[in-house]
């Protein structure tokens, strides 16, 4: 095969041009990244995506946490043209239904835990939010209880970018913009133990973290509040791993107050904690889980909510039409990746491989992160992980915020060739499951290179000063 480079020819320039003349992008000063100039990625192969100066680069970040099985399947583009050619497209709304998204629905319920046996599409993530949000009221709405309407959700989550997924996410920057949260939502805080955790042990704060559910809801009143959602792990948040204690502890105060349980699943659905649902690896049965990124791989948009039972059974017995559904609901050719993605999950054993086998190599890996002077505590869970940099190790002390010491890592890294993401001072990574025991020493290898380069230019700028 030739290099990529030379199969795709860009002039990488005047694309930039066009980029910063007409395309706003997603989350992104247009004004600013006109001087510099997007980067132009042309190519994707495994775990590697080359850009159009030929510049080969490890994605850390499987893209947005979503192309699991790595880039270049062709099973997946096969799968995508034989049903363009057949059916590329048709609705769900008039009593009509295709075969591609009743077998998906299958086959998702088929590796879903017990008790969901029901499978609503939407074309992404933040749509599932929303139609959970809309399909809980009127649970309760059905059920004769309609003042049970709010949603308690958490600080620093992300829900998604719509309306209603950016009011449910906990994402200050984001509230800002635009009068969010709408009303009917409260937020308490995240389970971050680096932050919070001060005096406790890990499992007692776990616990604690759960008790300002149970104090939240309690103020609100349990009769008004309807469900609470989070994600299994915090992944834009910066990978915030709970404690083990959290979650069960979670479970059993939604159920205590009759609070419906929501799991975020669409950065953890579909294996990447090593389970095909985080909140198997978890320990708790939520009522409702949302999915997208990793159902598809990102080959195609799509998402979703798996519905359990107990929302099912009374939406379905009693609750008559549900007015709410998208054009491209059940999308054919969407439906078609998504099976064909799950078979290679299956076919490959790839979530079983990241519970028994490349996880904890990948954890090992990235956990003796940990030896390195600028980084003050990295913790792995599957193929999900974040690192702290701090200034001073012995007492874990930060950097100020305003120094940007994140993005002075990320940016040593994308330069030598390595996707990683910064939240804050947290750098983050998600490999795609395919990645190997090799791969995994050449990621780390490259990591802690970028770190000693990022140290000494910290050094250099004289942010070290009065550390250990
Ligand atoms: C990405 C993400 C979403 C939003 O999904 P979109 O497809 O971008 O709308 C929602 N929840 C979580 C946990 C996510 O990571």
């Excluded at 009693?318 to 290679?344: K, R």
Aim: proline share 4%; charged share 20%; glycine share 12%.
């Amino acid at each position: 095969m030739n290099s990529p480079r030379d199969s795709i020819a860009v002039d990488t320039k005047s694309v930039q041009a066009l980029d910063s003349a007409h395309y706003i992008h997603a989350f992104t000063d247009t004004k600013a990244l006109a001087t510099q100039g997007a980067r132009v990625i042309v190519k994707g192969e495994g775990i590697y995506i080359w850009d159009s100066e030929g510049k080969k680069i490890l994605d850390g970040m499987s893209g947005l946490w979503c192309v699991n099985v790595g880039y270049g399947r062709k099973e997946l583009s096969r799968a995508a043209v034989a049903q363009m050619d057949v059916l590329p497209y048709y609705n769900s709304f008039f009593n009509t239904t295709n075969l591609p998204a009743v077998n998906l629905a299958k086959a998702i319920v088929d590796v879903a835990p017990d008790g969901f046996n029901h499978v609503f599409f939407t074309g992404s993530g933040s749509e599932g939010n929303d139609t959970i949000f809309r399909m809980v009221r009127r649970f309760w709405d059905v059920k004769g209880q309609p003042q049970k309407k709010t949603f308690i959700a958490r600080h620093n989550a992300y829900h998604g970018s719509t309306v209603c997924g950016a009011s449910l996410g906990g994402m200050s920057y984001m509230h800002e913009q635009g009068d969010l949260p709408i009303p009917g939502i409260a937020h308490i805080q995240q389970p971050y133990y680096f932050e919070h955790g001060q005096g406790l042990s890990e499992d007692e704060f776990g616990l604690k973290a759960a008790s300002w559910l149970e104090e939240k809801i309690l103020e609100l009143g349990a009769d008004k509040v309807a469900a609470f959602i989070g994600e299994p792990v915090q992944g834009a948040g910066g990978v915030i791993i709970p404690p083990r204690t959290y979650w069960p502890e979670i479970q059993r105060i939604c159920a205590k107050y009759d609070v419906l349980l929501v799991s975020d699943e669409v950065i953890c659905g579909f294996g990447r904690l090593g389970t095909w649902f985080g909140c198997q690896t978890l320990g708790y049965q939520p009522d409702l889980i949302t999915f997208a990124k990793g159902v598809s791989s990102g080959y195609i948009p799509l998402g979703g909510v798996l519905v359990g039972d107990r929302v099912a059974n009374v939406l379905i017995e009693q609750g008559g039409d549900f007015n709410h559904g998208f054009t491209y609901s059940g999308h054919p050719v969407a439906c078609a990746v998504a099976l064909e993605n799950i078979a290679i999950l299956q076919r490959e054993n790839l979530v079983e491989r990241i519970r028994t086998d490349i996880g904890p190599y990948f954890k090992q890996q990235f956990e003796a992160l940990t030896d390195h002077p600028l980084v003050g505590v990295a913790n792995a869970c599957g193929l999900m992980a974040g690192l702290v940099l701090v200034k001073n190790k012995a007492t874990l002390e930060m950097f100020a915020a305003d120094k940007g010491v994140g993005m002075v890592c990320r940016g040593h890294l994308f330069g030598n060739g390595m996707i990683m993401r910064a939240v804050g001072d947290r750098l983050i990574i998600a490999p795609p499951f395919v990645i190997t025991r090799g791969q995994i020493d050449e990621m780390m290898g490259l990591i802690r290179s970028c770190l000693d380069a990022a140290h000494a230019d910290i050094k250099g700028r004289g942010w070290l000063q009065h550390s250990a």
